[in-house]
């Protein structure tokens, strides 16, 4: 494990040794996904605040703040680039995780639909032949 920013959050060497710090947008997503779990970047934001787009959603959770800002301080030293950069690439990071999840649970919540609707036929099915039988 490597240190970043302050050194109290932790990167897998591998990871972090082949980061590509051309990319600033690279190098966030590379370390949000080595530091945090999908779930964690799709269920939580970058401030904790509300969007002022959905004001009818709730706010999201707040990722852990000292990891956020290790994450920005590496990024910005090795990439050269605003520290606003790096945060406007966390909060895009976290917006493609939820997609991703809500899209997921889409597909999964189809499935299910699909297998009762199959389940229901099979027994309605059943229930005729046996009316059949008699």
């Not at 509300?50 to 990024?75: G, N, Q």
């Not at 520290?83 to 406007?88: A, I």
Request: charged letters at 25%; a positive charge.
């Amino acid at each position: 494990m490597v240190p970043i920013g302050t050194g109290t959050t932790l990167v897998p060497k591998e990871v972090y040794s082949k980061i590509n710090w051309k990319s600033y947008t690279m190098a966030t997503r590379k370390l949000l996904m080595a530091v945090f779990s999908r779930r964690t970047l799709a269920t939580h934001s970058l401030t904790g605040k509300a969007s002022p787009a959905f004001l009818s959603k709730p706010a999201k959770l707040c990722l852990d703040p000292e990891k956020v800002s290790d994450i920005v301080m590496t990024v910005t030293a090795n990439s050269h680039v605003k520290g606003s950069l790096v945060r406007s690439a966390i909060t895009t990071k976290c917006a493609d995780e939820n997609k991703m999840l809500k899209l997921q649970m889409q597909k999964k919540q189809r499935q299910r639909t699909l297998e009762a609707s199959a389940a229901d036929k099979d027994l309605q099915e059943g229930a005729a032949a046996e009316v059949t039988s008699e």
